[in-house]
């Protein structure tokens, strides 16, 4: 009996043994699983500096919760763009950051401070697919820099759409609009929505100007990149500026700066472009108007053809000690999680995924019933060649060219000519200043 205990009390030191040799050593060695891998090393705490331009405070809040929630190891240290807190106010505090936000209008800011590095080595690391950005992204942000390196990640669309007032269409016994439709048939619908009733003028139709120019759907360059002037004195760009200027040129449509006030709170204007309105459009509803929105119409001939991509970005800046941590918290930015969370919104997802498009809008119920799918039909056409002088030109154009052709100081080929001469003449002063 004696024996049989000393065997099976050798046999079970011989099992514990073993054990240990498979499990955790006395100097610590990770613990393996039952296939024999290591299992994953908790992940050390790390506090990312985050500078962001580009949400208000009350969203980055959010996200930051979400991060901290989603990786309890990770702490984001938020810079927020502000007085006493720009990019430049932060630099020469010495801080050094890890991640930046940024809208489009910040992608030279970005390029001349250095606060981008290649993600390609992150984006294989760390398993991201980058077939998740729909259609056009991709090439797009590879587009910026060259040699189609990887130094931004978009996170949100600014698609656009024609949001159109029911209320005046159904005075004037109009037709509404529909998807797929040409700026011709636009331009007809606004000539009879363009009258005066019981001593208030209606207008058929105003944009943003900047917007559309920014994004305009031609794929039309603003600057030369090899010689740093003017690209806007073209065959093509006069085509532009007489497509989308004759909207001010009948009587009672005029050029009313950026059109949405008298859109939203007068109401006397059918339909509108421009950037999203979705955060005023309860507001005027709130007063009466019956509205709806279909597709951003295109140009007879053009009309597979969708806008420039206009789109806030992620970058991780050289300075940056937790690079892997940084593309951590952009991935999970990226992720269904929070694209759905920011889609239910009404902010345009930079995903394809088909479970986060179809809620988009589902938490505001000023889009109930309407075509949410209108923004989904904004595409994004083939990337122009972008300069740092790009805004100067955008600017520029508008100013002289589109508002002095609308309103008829200058003819057609002075507009072109003026505002040509006009972005030479800035762009030579901004080279002179940076020298």
Not at 244 to 263: A, E, S
Request: with cysteine.
């Amino acid at each position: 009996m004696n024996r049989l205990k000393s065997s099976m009390m050798l046999l079970l030191m011989i099992a514990i043994l073993s054990a240990c040799g498979k499990g955790e050593s006395a100097t610590g060695a990770a613990d393996k699983g039952d296939k024999g891998q290591p299992a994953e090393v908790p992940p050390k705490p790390a506090t990312l500096n985050f500078f962001y331009n580009g949400y208000s405070k009350q969203l980055v809040e959010e996200l930051q919760q979400k991060v901290e929630a989603k990786y309890p190891h990770i702490k984001l240290n938020m810079i927020i763009h502000g007085k006493g807190s720009t990019i430049e106010d932060t630099l020469a505090a010495g801080t050094n950051l890890d991640l930046v936000a940024f809208s489009a209008g910040g992608l030279f800011t970005v390029i001349d401070l250095q606060l981008a590095t290649d993600m390609t080595d992150l984006v294989k690391r760390h398993n991201f697919d980058l077939n998740r950005f729909s259609p056009s992204v991709l090439e797009t942000i590879k587009s910026y820099y060259e040699g189609g390196k990887l130094m931004i990640m978009p996170y949100e669309l600014n698609n656009n759409v024609l949001y159109y007032n029911k209320n005046i269409f159904d005075r004037f016994g109009v037709a509404y609009p529909k998807d797929g439709m040409t700026w011709n048939e636009v331009y007809e619908m606004a000539k009879k929505l363009t009258r005066v009733d019981n001593g208030v003028q209606y207008e058929g139709f105003q944009y943003n100007h900047l917007n559309l120019v920014y994004k305009n759907q031609m794929a039309l360059p603003f600057v030369d990149p090899k010689t740093n002037k003017a690209a806007i004195n073209t065959d093509q760009w006069r085509k532009w500026l007489e497509q989308m200027t004759r909207f001010y040129q009948f009587d009672g449509n005029h050029l009313i700066g950026y059109g949405d006030g008298v859109f939203i709170r007068r109401q006397e204007v059918a339909m509108y472009t421009g950037p999203s309105l979705l955060d005023q459009l309860p507001d005027a509803v709130s007063k009466g108007m019956e509205w709806d929105m279909v597709s951003l119409p295109r140009f007879d001939g053009m009309e597979s053809i969708g806008s420039q991509m206009n789109a806030p970005f992620y970058a991780i800046p050289p300075t940056s000690t937790n690079r892997d941590e940084a593309f951590r918290v952009i991935a999970y930015l990226l992720s269904d999680e929070i694209q759905g969370a920011n889609a239910r919104k009404g902010r345009v997802p930079v995903v394809k995924s088909e479970s986060v498009v179809k809620d988009f809008g589902v938490d505001l119920p000023v889009l109930k019933g309407k075509n949410t799918a209108a923004f989904f039909k904004d595409t994004i056409g083939k990337p122009i060649t972008v300069t740092r002088y790009d805004g100067i030109a955008r600017s520029t154009f508008t100013e002289v060219a589109v508002d002095g052709y609308s309103k008829g100081k200058l003819d057609v080929a002075a507009a072109l000519r003026t505002a040509e001469e006009e972005i030479n003449k800035k762009i030579a002063e901004a080279q002179k200043n940076a020298k």
